[in-house]
């Protein structure tokens, strides 16, 4: 689970800052998390191939998370896309698919499969599952949770040699789940090998949002959470009233959360220097991090 810090402001572009959009790149697949104007130029300079996109969570309908829409989507075509490209997102998202695609003379190469979530649902894909919750913004908007499917339990060579297993493509079977059946024709079942399935890597993306209980409860014990940071401390009241939420706030949830790691986005464009909002947030949670456009973090697999 590989992510990449598409655009990390908010409200509006700066120079130092893109407004709002990551890619999550799980197996062969990328996901989008939002993808405010100008997304496509960013994913140019990144190592994310933009006609990869498999799926774009949308958090809301503000435009620094989505009037990236249809630049991207024309692209695609432009490029000759046939595969499907589904859009996810809060009531709403069928309509305005509908106004955006239907901008200009363009019509789209290829199905875009465009799909309202309701708060709390969950959508189960091969690699990853999806779970919405309702985030505290100023409109209706969905932080969006992924999680990779479990990984196979550890393997226990010294027990596959004991049970007369050669070492080999047998090995490789038996970790992807396959059943294996040795020459005098007894059949080892991967149960037997295998310890009890790890957990997956877990990633939340708050949307906008001022610290809330939905959005902690679904960022429970993740490997990382992309919360809302907009503001420093001081400006704390003024980002609530706006439906945001600051640097500072952000830590005191990851830590509350149990959160691993805490990556601080949508960083006002009032700040040329964000380097107080980490510091505050450090004090807090010290496992944090405030990532610039196109910086990239690898989710580390848990231990366990
Ligand atoms: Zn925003
Ligand atoms: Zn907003």
């Known amino acids: 689970m590989h992510v990449v ?3 990390t402001g908010g409200s509006w572009p700066s120079p130092e800052r893109n407004v709002t959009s990551v890619a999550v790149r799980i197996g062969p697949e990328v996901i989008l998390l939002d993808c405010g104007e100008g997304t496509q130029r960013q994913l140019m300079s990144s190592s994310v191939s933009f006609m990869k996109i498999s799926r774009i969570f949308v958090s809301h309908f503000h435009g620094d998370h989505f009037l990236g829409l249809p630049g991207l989507i024309q692209s695609m075509a432009l490029n000759d896309r ?3 490209l589904e859009i996810y997102g809060p009531a709403g998202i069928v309509e305005l698919m509908k106004s ?3 901008l200009g003379y ?3 190469t290829f199905e875009v499969c465009v799909e309202e979530l309701e708060p709390g649902e969950r959508v189960e ?10 985030a ?8 969006y949770g992924i999680e990779e499917s479990p ?3 550890k393997f226990n060579k010294a027990r596959a040699m004991e049970l007369g297993i050669p070492e080999g493509p047998s090995f490789s079977r038996l970790q992807s789940g396959e059943s294996v059946t040795l020459p005098d024709g007894k059949v080892v079942e991967p149960s037997m090998v295998l310890g009890a399935p790890r957990k997956g890597r877990k990633l939340v993306f708050s949307g906008d949002t001022k610290p809330c209980d939905s959005v902690s409860a679904l960022a429970s014990g993740c490997d990382l959470l992309i919360h809302d940071a907009t503001a420093a401390a ?3 009241d003024k980002a609530n009233t706006y439906g945001h939420a600051s640097a500072r706030q952000a830590a005191a949830l990851a830590m509350n959360a149990g959160v691993r790691m805490l990556a601080l986005v949508h960083i006002s464009p009032r700040y040329e220097d964000a380097a107080p909002l980490l510091e505050e947030a450090k004090a807090i949670h010290p496992n944090c991090i405030l990532p610039k456009d196109l910086d990239e973090v690898e989710v580390p697999l848990s231990q366990d």
């Open 106 to 108: 363009f019509k789209p």
């Open 234 to 236: 001081d400006n704390e």
């Open 136 to 143: 505290d913004h100023s409109v209706p908007c969905y932080a």
């Open 125 to 134: 894909f091969e690699r990853y599952s999806v779970t919405c919750a309702l």
């Open 151 to 153: 990984r196979p339990g």
């Open 100 to 102: 955006l695609l239907g």
């Open 82 to 84: 046939k595969e499907p």
């Open 5 to 7: 810090f598409v655009g």
